[in-house]
């Protein structure tokens, strides 16, 4: 973890992957992730912990079933939401956002119930920063 | 905890205390707050937990107490930063600033360990948004 404040704007510029976080800083053993995405990723479902969804830019769609059905929540640039665990989830930005997301380390990007992962998804726990 | 995206600008505008954050949603068992904060909060320790720092707006300076003697990290708008647990801890805003903040639900303000409480810090765990 650094020990110098990072600049989020830097670490957005520092590399070109959609939907595969980086890993900014870590909270005990909690992860701060950044990551560009456009377009669709894939419905999931954390089954043991809630995520945290901060837009930093562009806006950022979440499509999310629950008991009453099916509903999707918009989040402009400056929006929080959080995804409760175990909801069924599929993020989705039709002209592309930044995001900040919170959750625990080691939580993979597909979740722990997923449709089949597309060439455009990172099935990953996050990557490490390279700024 | 709400089940709709919070506006962080419209959470900022519901309230004028400084040094007074409002829980703005709920991830498992920590809190995201938003504060607005100006002049000088004091020194202080959280014995059992980092505390993340995202830069809304303005400027934040945080002094740290390591091993090594006194330093300060000053934060711009958009910078992120994590203050180990243990550490002891200062921060200010000569000029103002609007701050995000990821710690352990019922972690207070003021920390473990601190310096007298000044009037115009709030030694609390968080207040409800009311938006």
Redesign the interface.
Known sequence: ?SN??????QALASFDALWSPRI?????D?D?RVAKVEGEHIWHAHDD????F?VLDGELHISLRGPEGERT????K?????V??GTEHRPFAPSGAAI?M???TGTPTVGDRHDEVPAHVDATTGHVLDV
């Open positions: 973890m110098q404040p990072i600049l989020i704007s900014v800083t870590r909270v005990n909690y701060v912990t809630d995520e945290f901060l929540v918009r989040l402009p400056g929006a929080v939401f959080t409760p665990a900040l919170f959750e625990p």
